[in-house]
């Protein structure tokens, strides 16, 4: 075993264990060292690829953040954020990476961000649409070359089944009671039962850029067979690795030479121990001890960043907060498309009646998608007739989509007990294709003596070869999910060096069913060039963990430690949904971890408990709220699993029950306000 696959010290092997009849958490080990390869990681940054800003690990830092994806990444560039350039120098922050940089989750997620905002509490659908623009802002104001696409036409949830867009219908229609302003967000899209209607929007629908001022329809969205959809306004794809790996590459470029930023990768974090020695009333010492294979370091602040594999490093009996569960994405080569062939022809006539002599040559042209034939007669009197026919082929793709898509429904694959569907889908860039390279060919045939009348009939060979077809590339339809056809649900599972075979076929033959994408009719299966695995982080009440991790719950701590901070943070259990929260996530930690080292002067704290303020700077003046129910509190754990199933019950649990809960919480809220209004 190589340290990346060393098993928990606890003795626990990767699979759930039983106890007293329960079935307890997955203590996750570290990244494998041979992961499965994503269609996202196949040009690595070469000054990241194995980067060590120094040789050796330094001994003593204020702040390690363990993770380089999207929180680790924007963690640390906040952490290092001043107005004042030279007090930066004195900060020190080290990055510790298992692997490369940005080759876990973030290197390996269905590259959409869209903010869930008719499923979520209104403050989380505002903190994710904040987070949406911050980085739709923050890559067009720093030009940063990631593929960001804001969609025209937003993003769509499809429902395959009328009983689960009843419950989705009926959530938008309730969030229009309580916030409008939300719902305007969303449109629903009903089955049209005009059949002039039908036609009408499933000529004009191409789907080349959606018209916002247009109502959809399922024809127009190119859905097969969905009971109906709810389309968002804002969502956007992108290139996540590049993303990170610009924000790595600039603090390195800015900040590596002082000393500030210092990116260690291929160095596991082993364990942290809280140094015995320090004190919380002194801010200025180290408060904990990080092992590696490479060495020991000590730092005032530890954050972790590392999602899915969380409960490596906190307490065992923390391990239920975040569970590790493997997703499965696979990048699907678009069909050709349809093969189009345009003939073109001109015609100078010779004189009637007159004895001739037919000359005929034929050349392709030399990128092989086209060939032109010209035929010159010549009469007794030196008048001629040319005639020149262009024959033009080339491959016609779908459109590309201006939409990311999920798909909601039933999994009629297998018995209704045994899980839903949930798939994401974004389309990469279509590119001009490159042809078999045609040689120019030419021949010349002569025809024995005729009469114009009788040409026609006259017989000539040629024995030219047929235009080769450019091909279609790019476009790859990025489309993840399946779950519910792997084992237990990959619930569980933090090793993404597998791929599972079930999911794959899965994945291969369920898009084209429930979706347009041009090529053979029935759809057949889809061509996968990449297929490969990652590790979600899932939180036992769907929400993020993100803060300080209470000292009162760490084990080690309750017996000398009490009161301040503990000098551990977290962000982390997004759920397979952080692309629309973690970049911000990780500067709200960030600007926690700045509060309590002195580097912020001028951060509020709330209430008698000194809780820090929520309010996350967003630059030009703006700011975000972090949702309450993002915090970590020795409160919200205790209740979690209070009121919470763990995860490993909650993940199998259907759709219908889910949205049916939601439904259910937002009609009692909104009573509760009516109540309110009129005492």
């Known amino acids: 075993m190589t340290v990346y696959e060393e098993p928990p010290k606890d003795g626990r092997s990767a699979e759930a264990v039983v106890d007293a009849g329960q079935v307890q958490p997955v203590i996750a080990g570290l990244p494998s060292a041979h992961p499965s390869a994503s269609y996202w990681l196949q040009n690595p940054s070469p000054l990241l690829l194995g980067h060590r800003t120094t040789p050796q690990l330094p001994e003593i830092v204020d702040v390690i953040v363990v993770g380089s994806g999207i929180t680790g990444s924007f963690a640390a560039d906040a952490l290092l954020e001043d107005g004042n350039r030279s007090s930066s120098s004195s900060k020190r922050v080290l990055l510790l990476e298992a692997r490369e940089a940005c ?3 973030t290197g390996r997620n269905g590259g959409h961000c869209q903010p869930m905002v008719y499923h979520s509490a209104p403050d989380v659908a505002m903190f ?16 940063v070359p990631c593929d960001w696409r804001t969609l025209p036409g937003g993003g769509v949830h499809a429902y395959l089944d009328a009983d689960l867009f009843a419950l989705a219908e009926a959530l938008v229609e309730t ?38 001022d247009t109502k959809p329809t399922l024809q127009s969205l190119r859905l097969r067979g969905a009971a109906g959809a709810l389309v968002q306004r804002h969502a956007a794809s992108v290139w996540p690795y590049k993303l990170v790996t610009w ?6 470029a800015k900040h590596s030479a002082s000393g500030a930023f210092n990116l260690q990768t291929n160095t596991p974090v082993l364990g942290i121990k809280r140094d015995s020695s320090s004190s919380s009333s002194r801010p200025d010492t180290p408060l904990w001890t990080v092992e590696t294979p490479r060495g020991r370091v000590r730092a005032r602040a530890v954050l972790l960043a590392t999602n899915g594999y969380l409960s490596h490093l906190l307490p065992s009996d923390l391990a239920d907060l975040v ?40 050349s392709s042209s030399s990128d092989g998608d086209s060939q032109t034939r010209v035929t010159v007669t010549k009469t007794e009197h030196g008048q001629t007739t040319t005639t020149v026919r262009t024959t033009t082929t080339s491959r016609v793709p779908a459109a590309r989509l201006s939409r990311s898509y999920v798909f909601v429904g039933h ?29 120019t060919q030419s021949s010349s045939v002569t025809a024995s003596s005729s009469s114009v009348n009788e040409y026609a009939s006259a017989s000539a060979t040629s024995s030219i070869s047929e235009p080769s077809v450019p091909p279609v590339s790019g476009g ?18 933090w090793r993404d060096d597998a791929v599972e075979p079930s999911v794959a076929r899965y994945l291969r033959s369920h898009l084209a069913p429930v979706l347009d994408v041009g090529g053979e009719e029935p759809p ?33 701590e309750r017996s000398d430690y009490s009161g301040g901070p503990s000098g551990l943070y977290v962000s982390a259990g997004y759920t397979g949904h952080g692309m629309p929260s973690a970049a911000l996530c990780g500067r709200a930690v960030a600007c926690m971890v700045k509060h309590d080292l002195g580097w912020e002067s001028n951060t509020t704290t709330e209430g008698a408990s000194g809780q820090l303020s929520l309010s996350i700077p967003l630059g030009a003046g703006g700011h975000a709220k972090l949702p309450q129910c993002f915090l970590m509190t020795a409160e919200r754990i205790r209740k979690a699993r209070a009121t919470c199933e763990p995860v490993n019950d909650a993940s199998p649990r259907s759709l219908s029950v889910e949205l049916q809960q939601i439904l259910a919480q937002r009609k009692a809220e909104i009573r509760a306000e009516t109540q309110d209004a009129f005492e």
């Open 524 to 556: 057949v299966p889809l061509d996968a060039q990449y297929e490969w695995t990652g590790i979600m982080g899932f939180s036992r009440d769907q929400n993020p963990w993100v803060g300080r991790v209470p000292a009162s719950v760490l084990a080690e």
């Open 103 to 105: 080759f876990g989750a």
């Open 323 to 362: 569970v590790p569960v493997r997703g499965q994405v696979a990048a699907l080569v678009p069909p050709s498309g349809s093969i189009k062939v345009a003939t073109s022809e001109t015609v100078k006539p010779a004189a009637a009646n007159v004895k001739s002599v037919s000359t005929s040559s034929v």
């Open 247 to 252: 924000v790595l590459e600039r603090l390195i």
């Open 476 to 493: 790859h339809f990025i489309w993840g999910g399946g779950r519910q056809r792997a084992a237990n649900t990959a619930v569980g599972e």
């Open 411 to 439: 999994d009629r694959g297998l018995p209704a007990s045994q899980g839903d569907r949930d798939e994401y889908l974004v389309q990469r860039p279509l590119t001009a294709g490159s042809g078999t390279s045609g040689k």
């Open 175 to 212: 969030l229009a009671v309580s916030r409008p302003d939300l719902a305007a967000h969303v449109t629903i899209v009903r089955p049209v039962n005009d059949k002039a209607a039908n036609t009408e929007s499933a000529e004009t629908g191409t789907d080349t850029e959606a018209d916002p």
């Open 128 to 143: 994710e649409l904040a987070t949406f623009h911050f980085l739709e802002r923050f890559v067009t104001e720093n030009s």
